[in-house]
């Protein structure tokens, strides 16, 4: 009766950290001319693998990242550059399926999950010819930095991030090397999509969207904490 069941079992559970790079930017409504700006992303990854249904390897994976995120301006006629850098710390959750090799050889896989973020820090750095200027939205409050001749939206500017939790999706794909005695070294490459906003975008507001985008490089390197007892496993 087992030899006749679709799904095999496994419990196999593996932890280890990550690191490699996001590029970064930010999808805003109205418009902001921008470049993609490449910032650090490194946790510590925690991986179980529950079953293999015919030959794909089903298994669950979480981390917790430290992650760059934010965008650059760069104007096509403006003397002046903008560069936001904000600090996170991502959760995703994901499903991993795999294909090929689970303890001695290669594997390709898919992932795909929700992921949660807090923002805990942000920093910009302006260069070029900027000023004080009145704010017309409110003319009696505080001067406001501003470059001499923005070429588009400015209110950001001097606006600090005021949705600090963030959510969204991401998904990817990768390729992972294993060996009993030495773990298992994956390679993947993942696109962050944000449905949240950093900015308020009620009706009063003035962005409408306002949301963080990655494309993330990581090489992850895992080791065995527990592992399914069975000789036929290659």
């Given at each position: 009766?087992?030899?006749?069941?679709?799904?095999?079992?496994?419990?196999?559970?593996?932890?280890?950290?990550?690191?490699?790079i996001?590029?970064?930017?930010?999808?805003?409504?109205?418009?902001i001319?921008?470049?993609?700006?490449?910032?650090?992303?490194?946790?510590?990854?925690?991986?179980?693998?529950?079953?293999?249904?015919?030959?794909?390897?089903?298994?669950?994976?979480?981390?917790?990242?430290?992650?760059?995120?934010?965008?650059?301006?760069?104007?096509?006629?403006?003397?002046?550059t903008y560069?936001?850098?904000?600090?996170?710390?991502h959760?995703?959750?994901?499903?991993?399926?795999?294909f090929?090799?689970?303890?001695?050889?290669?594997?390709?896989y898919?992932?795909?999950?929700?992921?949660?973020?807090?923002?805990?820090?942000?920093?910009?750095?302006?260069?070029?010819?900027?000023?004080?200027?009145?704010?017309p939205?409110?003319?009696?409050?505080?001067?406001i930095?501003?470059?001499?001749?923005?070429?588009?939206?400015?209110q950001?500017?001097?606006?600090?991030?005021?949705?600090?939790f963030?959510?969204?999706?991401?998904?990817?794909?990768?390729?992972?090397?294993?060996?009993?005695?030495?773990?298992?070294?994956?390679?993947?490459?993942?696109?962050?999509?944000?449905?949240?906003?950093?900015?308020?975008?009620?009706?009063?507001?003035?962005?409408?969207?306002?949301?963080?985008?990655?494309?993330?490089?990581?090489?992850?390197?895992?080791?065995?904490?527990?592992?399914?007892?069975?000789?036929?496993?290659?």
């Amino acid at each position: 009766m087992a030899s006749a069941q679709v799904g095999k079992y496994r419990s196999d559970l593996a932890i280890g950290v990550n690191g490699g790079i996001a590029i970064n930017r930010v999808t805003f409504n109205p418009k902001i001319q921008q470049s993609m700006i490449i910032g650090p992303e490194l946790g510590i990854t925690v991986r179980y693998t529950c079953e293999k249904y015919f030959a794909m390897v089903c298994a669950l994976q979480a981390e917790v990242n430290f992650s760059r995120q934010g965008w650059k301006e760069v104007p096509e006629k403006g003397n002046y550059t903008y560069q936001r850098n904000m600090d996170y710390i991502h959760i995703p959750f994901m499903a991993r399926l795999g294909f090929g090799r689970e303890r001695k050889g290669v594997m390709g896989y898919l992932i795909l999950g929700p992921q949660i973020g807090f923002c805990i820090g942000e920093s910009d750095t302006r260069t070029g010819e900027w000023g004080d200027a009145v704010n017309p939205y409110d003319p009696e409050g505080p001067m406001i930095n501003v470059p001499k001749n923005p070429e588009g939206p400015w209110q950001h500017y001097n606006l600090g991030v005021e949705k600090k939790f963030e959510y969204g999706i991401v998904g990817g794909a990768g390729i992972e090397f294993s060996h009993p005695k030495i773990g298992h070294f994956a390679l993947d490459g993942r696109y962050h999509f944000g449905l949240s906003d950093i900015f308020n975008n009620g009706k009063k507001d003035y962005f409408g969207r306002s949301a963080n985008s990655s494309i993330v490089v990581k090489l992850t390197y895992l080791w065995d904490v527990k592992k399914t007892k069975d000789n036929t496993i290659r």
